[in-house]
């Protein structure tokens, strides 16, 4: 079995990942061979929260260009791995919840 801490690399902090919030829906970067079943297990034992559903996605590299390279693609951004996390009504993650 995976180490909770290998499949949960970070959480997401974006505006749209705290607009989830009041749907207790929690975004995090997750490792890119980690499935559903092995996201939930590691919220559940990370965090002690009963995990209702993971949504997953990957988001391709962006394409980076130089202006001196005239449009030339010079290199690209890492790929990453997401998973929407929705918890139980009940239950909340404090690391989350603004101050």
């Known amino acids: 079995m ?3 801490r290998d499949v ?3 959480p997401v902090v974006s505006e749209k990942s705290y607009s989830l919030l009041d749907a207790n829906t929690y975004t995090f970067i997750v490792h890119p061979d980690a499935n559903k079943t092995e996201i939930k297990e590691a919220v559940q034992s990370i965090f002690s929260v ?3 559903s993971v949504n997953t996605l990957h988001r391709k590299g962006k394409k980076k260009r130089t202006r001196r390279a005239s449009g030339v693609i ?3 951004r890492k790929a990453t791995k997401r998973a ?3 918890l139980h009504p009940d239950d909340k993650i404090e690391i989350f919840e603004a101050k």
Do not use: D, E, S, Y
């Open 8 to 10: 949960i690399l970070k």
């Open 50 to 52: 009963r995990v209702t």
């Open 84 to 86: 929407l996390v929705t």
């Open 2 to 4: 995976k180490n909770p």
């Open 74 to 76: 010079v290199g690209v």
